[in-house]
């Protein structure tokens, strides 16, 4: 057994895939790093209470981010199905030329639409000013959906990841000057992680200015309704609704914690929801770089092993994450949050454990999102159910907490059966 993986890791090797993950890993651990630093001076310098709207804007940027996950997954989509560089090259400039704003109210029409997250924020009780950060968030999330996507199709994911390390320095920064400064404004820490996002989008154009526009080609561009018309194709309306639930599903609980619980509970739950989410620190750029491969047709033959080997990365630091949490937890929580956050050492486990089936469900739907494959609706079926669970039975932080774990368990449990099915009938 163990012999057949390492021929199969020696032969993923002559792809790009491991040394990509490679580097994309490396730099999300040093990014992450920096993360738990962040989370380690914020926590301590705002207490439980104004911590829980520091990770609520998170959340809400996640799920506002839905959108520009679903653009950069059709413009990786589309300039994968190119069989050799230069027709990926031919498509990238089909489409980069199709994609330019030909007038001054698409900003206007833009900007407008933006602000309507700014009632948003404050209808889920984040403050004016983390209100207005979330619209100049959610701008700054589109320009860099539209550069990024680009890049991740060519597979510059070295450039990516310095960008992250930069923005996630600042962020830390921030962070740092809140709680050595006795600054307990959230106006800092929302100013350097602007900053930070401002940095990562001069080093990501720079490099797309550099490297591919530079190679762009005089072609005749595509109508933008042969590129968009996808989303009305039952494939594509498949994917969209996929995105948005596995997004959503650990997003959501952490707004609906802040709106019913107590401010320090919903602190609480914000800190437990952080660190079952660590796993993808680890399993989450292996899935980025395994769905652009899933979707580029040169690796038809390929998509099995990648499947494999990122469910087993995942599985590993799952494992690892277990394992930790289960024995050291009130060390792991005084350390990154304080005394104060102890409430939850009790329930790390469950963390380490939704951390991991979650992180194999986000991988798995990648895989079925780029066969196109309906079983990308499972995770659909996690959003119905945990809606349906907060608007008539969870009221309180441990009954969250096993909703979670529950669905987490069962979806994989589903997706699993489902691939074991579809391998078989082959």
């Given at each position: 057994?163990?012999?057949?993986?390492?021929?199969?890791?020696?032969?993923?090797?002559?792809?790009?895939?491991?040394?990509?993950?490679?580097?994309?890993?490396?730099?999300?651990?040093?990014?992450?790093?920096?993360?738990?630093l962040f989370h380690f001076f914020v926590s301590r310098a705002y207490g439980p209470a104004t911590y829980s709207e520091i990770v609520s804007l998170f959340s809400h940027l996640y799920i506002l981010g839905v959108p520009s996950l679903i653009f950069t997954t059709l413009v990786i989509k589309y300039i994968g199905r190119g069989q050799t560089k230069s027709a990926q090259?031919?498509?990238?400039?089909?489409?980069?030329?199709?994609?330019?704003?030909?007038?001054?109210?698409?900003?206007?029409?833009?900007?407008?639409?933006?602000?309507?997250?700014?009632?948003?924020?404050?209808?889920?009780?984040?403050?004016?000013?983390?209100?207005?950060?979330?619209?100049?968030?959610?701008?700054?999330?589109?320009?860099?959906?539209?550069?990024?996507?680009?890049?991740?199709?060519?597979?510059?994911?070295?450039?990516?990841?310095?960008?992250?390390?930069?923005?996630?320095?600042?962020?830390?920064?921030?962070?740092?000057?809140?709680?050595?400064?006795?600054?307990?404004?959230?106006?800092?820490?929302?100013?350097?992680?602007?900053?930070?996002?401002?940095?990562?989008?001069?080093?990501?154009?720079?490099?797309?200015?550099?490297h591919l526009l530079s190679k762009l080609q005089s072609v005749k561009p595509i109508p933008l309704k042969s590129f968009f018309h996808r989303l009305k194709s039952p494939h594509y309306l498949i994917m969209i609704i996929s995105l948005l639930s596995t997004t959503a599903i650990v997003n959501l609980d952490v707004i609906f914690a802040r709106k019913i619980l107590p401010?320090?509970?919903?602190?609480?739950?914000?800190?437990?929801?952080?660190?079952?989410?660590?796993?993808?620190?680890?399993?989450?750029?292996?899935?980025?770089?395994?769905?652009?491969?899933?979707?580029?047709?040169?690796?038809?033959?390929?998509?099995?092993?990648?499947?494999?080997?990122?469910?087993?990365?995942?599985?590993?630091?799952?494992?690892?994450?277990?394992?930790?949490?289960?024995?050291?937890?009130?060390?792991?929580?005084?350390?990154?949050?304080?005394?104060?956050?102890?409430?939850?050492?009790?329930?790390?486990?469950?963390?380490?454990?939704?951390?991991?089936?979650?992180?194999?469900?986000?991988?798995?739907?990648?895989?079925?999102?780029?066969?196109?494959?309906?079983?990308?609706?499972?995770?659909?079926?996690?959003?119905?159910?945990?809606?349906?669970?907060?608007?008539?039975?969870?009221?309180?932080?441990?009954?969250?907490?096993?909703?979670?774990?529950?669905?987490?368990?069962?979806?994989?449990?589903?997706?699993?059966?489902?691939?074991?099915?579809?391998?078989?009938?082959?």
């Amino acid at each position: 057994m163990i012999s057949i993986m390492f021929s199969r890791l020696k032969k993923l090797s002559h792809t790009n895939f491991i040394s990509l993950s490679f580097i994309f890993v490396i730099a999300n651990f040093l990014a992450n790093i920096l993360n738990y630093l962040f989370h380690f001076f914020v926590s301590r310098a705002y207490g439980p209470a104004t911590y829980s709207e520091i990770v609520s804007l998170f959340s809400h940027l996640y799920i506002l981010g839905v959108p520009s996950l679903i653009f950069t997954t059709l413009v990786i989509k589309y300039i994968g199905r190119g069989q050799t560089k230069s027709a990926q090259l031919q498509r990238f400039s089909q489409l980069y030329t199709s994609l330019q704003p030909r007038s001054p109210l698409f900003f206007i029409a833009l900007l407008g639409f933006s602000f309507l997250f700014y009632f948003l924020g404050l209808y889920d009780n984040l403050s004016s000013l983390s209100s207005l950060t979330l619209v100049l968030f959610f701008l700054a999330s589109l320009a860099m959906a539209y550069l990024s996507s680009f890049l991740q199709a060519f597979q510059a994911f070295a450039i990516l990841a310095l960008g992250l390390i930069l923005a996630t320095s600042f962020k830390f920064f921030g962070g740092l000057l809140a709680y050595f400064a006795h600054f307990h404004s959230l106006s800092l820490i929302w100013s350097f992680l602007l900053l930070g996002v401002a940095a990562q989008l001069f080093v990501v154009y720079r490099y797309f200015r550099r490297h591919l526009l530079s190679k762009l080609q005089s072609v005749k561009p595509i109508p933008l309704k042969s590129f968009f018309h996808r989303l009305k194709s039952p494939h594509y309306l498949i994917m969209i609704i996929s995105l948005l639930s596995t997004t959503a599903i650990v997003n959501l609980d952490v707004i609906f914690a802040r709106k019913i619980l107590p401010p320090q509970s919903a602190g609480f739950y914000g800190a437990w929801s952080m660190l079952a989410k660590i796993i993808m620190y680890a399993g989450g750029p292996i899935s980025t770089v395994a769905f652009v491969f899933f979707a580029d047709r040169r690796q038809t033959h390929r998509k099995g092993k990648l499947l494999l080997f990122s469910s087993l990365i995942n599985l590993l630091a799952g494992g690892f994450l277990f394992l930790i949490y289960t024995f050291f937890a009130d060390k792991i929580v005084i350390s990154l949050f304080g005394a104060s956050f102890l409430p939850i050492a009790g329930y790390l486990s469950y963390a380490a454990i939704f951390g991991l089936f979650y992180s194999l469900i986000n991988n798995l739907n990648n895989y079925f999102i780029s066969q196109d494959s309906r079983a990308s609706l499972l995770t659909f079926l996690f959003l119905i159910f945990q809606l349906l669970g907060f608007a008539f039975n969870v009221k309180t932080l441990s009954q969250i907490m096993i909703l979670q774990l529950l669905l987490a368990v069962t979806i994989f449990l589903f997706q699993l059966f489902y691939l074991f099915l579809s391998t078989k009938s082959r």
